[in-house]
């Protein structure tokens, strides 16, 4: 399978502070990736290098076989929706859907009608005027209909209300089916968003911590709960990204798979194992401090922690 996204090493550096932090990610064409993660992991970063926007401090990218960073031909290819997204200010819907064919070879009129007659989007309001959501509606108006080979939503879901949301997962759906290209779209809502994901990628403080398909996410993590001693005891020996107490029980997320006789102990004891969920693991990865034991244990899976 081709990537249309190949990062290599790549570690992005603002003066002191490192935003990315040899990051090696691909994408392979055809698939829609979640980026996952805290505030500041890093996503919005790794977006604007894949879109050539910025440039990595070390490392190798290519999008669609050739590095982005002001090559005209990748960035006819590609669509970034970004949260702060700028129009002129006596831009109004018509002026923004006259133009943006012009920057999108494979641009849907249809696509484009259906989203702003479902987003009902304002059409004599300016756009400065819009609300938070409208905003998010017209970025995913051009997100989706202009059909690029690679298209990078970043947040599109900001302020959008659940009629909206459900308007844009069926959409993206549909669309994708019938027209199918890479998809980069990065969320705080997970559990929202998560059927929508072939891949998944979650970075923390610009490392990445897990790169899988998503169908291979859930043998990653479990969750163990119960007595908060049977949970302890059982998890003495493993990596355990985050645990929750209350009145006596407890609810932990552990990296890995458990073995068959902790699984039998586990249930003799009362307590419940069951696969961490992809909100769990994004919330518990984001909680987790690594020890350098840790990484040992995830290299020799090939995931990091
Ligand atoms: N131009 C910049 N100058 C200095 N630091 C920056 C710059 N851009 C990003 N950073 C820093 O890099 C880190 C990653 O930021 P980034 O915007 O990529 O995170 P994010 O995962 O998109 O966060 P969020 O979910 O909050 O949007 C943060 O610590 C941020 O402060």
Same mark, same amino acid.
Not at 156 to 160: K, R
Not at 194 to 197: M, P, R, V
């Given at each position: 399978m081709t990537n249309a996204i190949d990062m290599q090493a790549v570690t992005r550096r603002f003066g002191e502070s490192t935003? *990315?932090?040899a990051v090696d990610v691909t994408v392979p064409e055809g698939s829609i990736c979640g980026l996952l993660g805290r505030n500041g992991a890093g996503k919005t970063t790794m977006m604007s290098i894949i879109a050539g926007q910025d440039r990595p401090s070390s490392g190798r990218v290519e999008v669609l076989g050739q590095?982005?960073?002001?090559?005209e031909s990748v960035l006819a290819m590609l669509s970034f929706v970004r949260d702060n997204q700028r129009y002129p200010d006596d831009y109004r819907l018509h002026h923004v859907l006259r133009i943006a064919p012009d920057f999108a070879p494979h641009w849907s009129e249809e696509v484009a009608a259906e989203l702003v007659d479902g987003f009902r989007?304002?059409?004599?309001?300016?756009?400065?005027?819009?609300?938070r959501g409208q905003l998010s509606s017209v970025a995913i108006v051009l997100g989706l209909a202009s059909r690029a080979p690679v298209t990078l939503l970043d947040e599109?879901?900001?302020? *959008?209300d659940v009629t909206a949301r459900a308007l844009f997962h069926d959409m993206l759906l549909r669309d994708y089916a019938a027209h199918p290209r890479t998809i980069v779209l990065s969320t705080h809502l997970v559990q929202e968003s998560?059927?929508?994901?072939d891949r998944v990628v979650i970075l923390d403080g610009g490392t990445v911590r897990v790169s899988s398909e998503a169908e291979d996410v859930r043998d990653l993590a479990f969750t163990l709960s119960g007595a908060t001693d049977v949970v302890q005891g059982l998890t003495a020996r493993s990596t355990v990204l985050s645990t929750h107490t209350v009145a006596g029980l407890m609810s932990a997320t552990v990296w890995g798979a458990l073995d068959d006789e902790s699984r039998t102990t586990a249930r003799d004891l009362g307590a419940r194992v069951a696969p961490a969920s992809l909100h769990e693991l994004v919330a518990a990865i984001g909680e987790h401090r690594p020890e350098p034991a840790d990484l040992a244990l995830h290299e020799k899976k090939g995931v990091r922690a």
């Open positions: 935003a *990315l932090d590095e982005p960073f002001e090559n989007i304002p059409a004599r309001t300016p756009i400065k005027k819009f609300s599109p879901y900001l302020g *959008l998560e059927a929508l994901f």
